[in-house]
């Protein structure tokens, strides 16, 4: 199953991930004992690693099998943890690798062509023993079984299923009680029992072993609100906030929290700061908003929130709330009355009778943050830092950015580089299972078809096929992703200048970009059983200030294909300049991109990287150099 790139009418995908199902099947008729199969001249070599990158101590169970081959041999591995087998006829493999204390590993490899020799690199995951994995810096070292318990009950928790993810999260407590991450998931548990109590407990634990445990301090600021102990909930939330700026639920939460102490003021500017970095997911902070500016006397603004409220969001049980206090702010305001010395307020309703609705703030539910571990923050999560004071002229950031991507498309239509490519298997909470790589002769064409199209193929050892890449995932048509500033393209988007940042200590404009819900994704397609399925995308850019290059693009998915069980795919592309001997001024090319994917229930890392450029037109290779630093401070 596979899919290459070929001329589409009107307007071309330049991005398909094309996928099959990767089958494992038992063993065949035809066994070939030794490590030398057949007459053919192909090879497996496969190294088997710990850890921490050594060869694996203890000799290993290497299984090579392929049923259209007939194969499937197994030998040990070497005191340097590598096993050999040779002749090997063109096709496809699944390699198997077992190891006592080891978790099993299953890869895929392909030898394309007689006299192939297919290197394979496996990362063993110690599955008992003392042994523990490798943490970041400062995290508490993790055994090995706990570990696999933790994923188990994560795993679990997100598929709700709460009484077996309590059993793999309590016997992690037993092996490892001093994990803030087996706390802080045992709290969310209780929380999704509703039981706040247990949750608190459970909550405070993970935090005092992990004070900057960001995720946690939120959970716990939430338990706090529901439990009406809000002058702790905002400190907890605060603390929250200060290490994770870009969770509007935090902001949220700490909105209702100010809401309840009467402190309104910072109510609106928590709900303000929710509703700015949480966009289109945060619509539901706009009735404890309307609530709030209520309560300050902001009649009009008020109104208009809880009228985009409702219009958003018109069959959610607030909104018949949100109906009633805007016809009260609708009606003449109340007279003061000064015998009683005292003067109703603005909505004709003690502020207790809007506080009451503050508690379904949390119809939210929190889900488990580990998940994201394994990959980058999702766009909208993070921000860059910026200087969003900076005078940025969005029409000319863009069209000079435009202008570059003509250039590159009019004077780059054919090149070709060395490509290596790393792939790796992970765990949620990170662990690399597998790794794989494999080396390319890539090419790539670009023209123009037709008034408004352009064809880009690509290919690799001379070869449209997709059969070749790792996991039958092809990842296909980084080096494009500049073309959403194309103007065949742009259209398509909608832009915002985030402010004036910088990459790798080049001043640049961060220009945010978001595919418009009226156009059909033709950027990033995934093609699976031959049938296709559209991503839409967001992303952001770095353009340099002065050249209007672009430095970097990252992309991320607008929502997940559930039809396929795609819940994340982001990638990472940097460019630099490609200096021809026969080019007047370097040409912007990708110098590496990264990808990761949460397909079909597996996350996968993937590293591009580019180098030995050779243009057509240019008889000589040339190699890719690091960015100078721009003259403009």
């Known amino acids: 199953m596979g899919c290459g790139f070929r001329r589409f009418p009107r307007k071309f995908i330049f991005l398909i991930y094309s996928a099959g199902l990767l089958l494992c099947p038992g063993m065949t008729h035809g066994q070939f ?23 694996i101590g203890r000799s290993a169970m290497v299984t090579v099998r392929s049923p259209s081959q007939l194969t499937n041999a197994t030998a ?36 394309a062509a007689d006299k192939e020799i297919e290197n394979i690199d496996v990362l063993m995951v110690p599955d008992s023993g003392s042994a523990g994995t490798q943490q970041t810096p400062g995290a508490p070292i993790l055994a090995p079984k706990a570990l696999k318990e933790t994923e188990k009950g994560l795993q679990a928790l997100q598929a709700d299923k709460l009484d077996e993810a309590e059993a793999h999260l309590k016997r992690a407590q037993q092996m490892a009680p001093g994990y803030p991450d087996v706390n802080y998931l045992l709290g969310l548990l209780w929380m999704r029992r509703h039981d706040n109590a247990q949750a608190r407990g459970y909550l405070e634990k993970a935090v005092s072993l992990a004070p900057k445990h960001a995720a946690a301090l939120q959970a716990l600021g939430e338990v706090e609100f529901l439990q009406r102990d809000y002058p702790h909930a905002i400190v907890v939330l605060e603390q929250s906030i200060s290490l994770r700026s ?61 009228e985009q409220f409702v219009h ?5 049980p607030q909104a018949a709330t949100a109906k009633k206090l805007m016809e009260r702010l609708r009606a003449p305001a109340p007279a003061k009355t000064e015998a009683a010395g005292t003067t109703t307020s603005m909505t004709g309703a003690p502020a207790p009778v809007a506080a009451a609705n503050v508690a379904d703030v949390t119809t939210v539910p929190i889900a488990p943050v580990m998940e994201t571990n394994w990959a980058p923050p999702e766009i909208d999560d993070e921000k860059p830092h910026v200087d969003s004071k900076a005078n940025c002229d969005l029409k000319e950031v863009t069209a000079s950015a435009e202008a570059r991507v003509e250039e590159l498309v009019k004077n780059v239509d054919r090149f070709t580089a060395t490509e290596e490519m790393e792939h790796q298997s992970l765990s949620p909470l990170g662990v690399q299972v597998s790794r794989e790589t494999r080396t390319f002769n890539y090419l790539v064409a670009i023209e123009k078809i037709g008034p408004r199209a352009l064809n880009v193929e690509e290919y690799r050892d001379g070869s449209v096929s997709t059969q070749r890449f790792p996991a039958h995932l092809a990842t296909l048509g980084f080096p494009m992703l500049v073309l959403v500033f194309h103007p065949y393209y742009r259209e398509e988007y909608e832009f915002r200048c985030e402010g004036r940042g910088e990459w790798r200590g080049r001043p640049a404009w961060v220009v945010y970009f978001r595919q418009r819900d009226d156009r059909v994704s033709e950027m990033r397609v995934y093609r699976v059983n031959g049938m296709s399925f559209p991503v839409r995308l967001k992303g952001r850019a770095w353009i340099d200030v002065k050249s209007s290059q672009i430095l970097a693009m990252e992309a991320d998915m607008a929502k997940s294909v559930p039809e396929i069980r795609l819940v994340r795919d982001y990638q990472m592309i940097e460019y630099g300049p490609v200096e021809f001997r026969k080019a007047s001024e370097p040409m912007w090319l990708p110098k590496s991109a990264d990808w990761y994917c949460n397909f079909m229930g597996q996350r996968y890392h993937r590293r591009h990287s580019f180098s030995q450029f050779l243009l057509f037109s240019v008889d000589e290779i040339q190699k890719i150099s690091a960015p100078k630093e721009s003259d403009q401070k």
């Not at 490590?35 to 690693?49: K, M, P």
């Not at 003021?265 to 970095?277: F, I, N, Q, S, T």
């Open 76 to 111: 040990p591995t070497t005191d340097a943890g590598q096993a050999l087998f040779t002749g090997l006829h063109a096709g496809d493999y699944i390699v198997e690798v077992s190891a006592p204390g080891y978790r099993s590993v299953q890869v895929q490899a392909i030898i």
């Open 33 to 55: 004992p030794g490590q030398t199969l057949g007459g053919a001249s192909g090879q497996i070599v496969v190294r088997v690693h710990e850890a921490d990158g050594s060869p």
């Open 312 to 316: 958003q969001q018109p069959d959610v």
């Open 246 to 306: 870009t969770s509007w639920q935090a902001h949220w939460l700490a909105g209702a929290s100010y809401f309840q102490q009467g402190d309104y003021k910072k109510a609106r500017e928590a709900c303000e700061e929710a509703l700015h970095v949480g966009q289109e997911k945060a619509s539901s902070v706009r009735f404890l908003l309307g609530e709030a500016q209520a309560e300050l006397g902001e009649r009009d603004a008020a109104l208009a929130t809880l």
